[in-house]
């Protein structure tokens, strides 16, 4: 069982910057898509950003496009998650994850019931 750990969660203000990492047990490149989801109190889980190994392209979801980068590093089999111009309605915990499989569908990438490996979650919160 894979395990994922996320780490550079925090307290930032308004407008700050924040790189989230996620560190994997074992091989990122077998998983057939990864990214970040996260959690506020009382909302659902949201995709954040992700890729498919089969899609050269990076999704982000709306509320983050243009602000937050996704990124990785097979060799390190590590994520990350470059968070710009942060507002208060970022704050949530925020997850990594991989979902195993040879294929992806594009509208599973976007459902966080499709993941089957979830890390423990680091608690990012934006003050205003």
């Known amino acids: 069982q894979v395990q994922l750990v996320e780490s550079g969660g925090g307290l930032v203000q308004a407008g700050g910057s924040l790189r989230l990492s996620c560190a994997a047990s074992e091989r990122i490149d077998r998983y057939s898509a990864m990214g970040w989801f996260r959690q506020a109190p009382g909302s659902e889980r949201e995709f954040v950003a992700g890729i498919r190994l089969t899609d050269p392209k990076t999704y982000y979801g709306s509320s983050v496009k243009g602000r937050f980068t996704f990124s990785r590093d097979n060799a390190k089999n590590m994520m990350y998650l470059q968070m710009n111009n942060l507002k208060p309605e970022d704050t949530a915990i925020y997850y990594c994850?991989?979902?195993?499989?040879?294929?992806?569908?594009?509208?599973?990438?976007?459902?966080?019931?499709?993941?089957?490996?979830w890390g423990q979650g680091t608690q990012v919160t934006v003050s205003s």
């Open positions: 994850v991989l979902r195993a499989g040879h294929r992806t569908i594009l509208s599973a990438l976007f459902d966080a019931n499709s993941y089957d490996h």
